[in-house]
Nanobody, 123 residues
């Protein structure tokens, strides 16, 4: 059974940083593409960053230069380092995994999801 468990969310001031972690079990994080999505109240879930099994990355325009996705295969964990946070980054952040190796931007392409972690950026 695949499980993705996010951690690291919280309350931070504008300009601050957080690092989200996604611990995977039941699959090898380094063998599939994984992504971080977020959903703000009243908005659709959107892809923030993704990483392929080979390490190719994708970032939404809104987070380029501020967020970084990475993976520690030994720990079977994917991270999202978030810097220079803004109030508009406030959302529930979800970790997701594909069954395939290629990076995809459509959330329907992701088969497994974590429970989400709240990130709140105060102004």
């Amino acid at each position: 059974q695949v499980q993705l468990v996010e951690s690291g969310g919280g309350l931070v001031q504008t300009g601050g940083s957080l690092r989200l972690s996604c611990a995977a079990s039941g699959l090898t994080a380094g063998s599939v593409a994984m992504g971080w999505f977020r959903q703000a109240p009243g908005k659709e879930r959107e892809l923030v960053a993704a990483i392929s099994s080979r390490g190719s990355t994708y970032y939404a325009d809104s987070v380029k230069g501020r967020f970084a996705i990475s993976r520690d295969n030994a720990k079977n964990t994917v991270y999202l380092q978030m810097n220079t946070l803004k109030p508009e980054d406030t959302a529930v952040y979800y970790c997701a995994a594909r069954r395939g190796v290629l990076l995809r931007t459509n959330l329907d392409e992701y088969a497994y999801w974590g429970q989400g972690t709240q990130v709140t950026v105060s102004s």
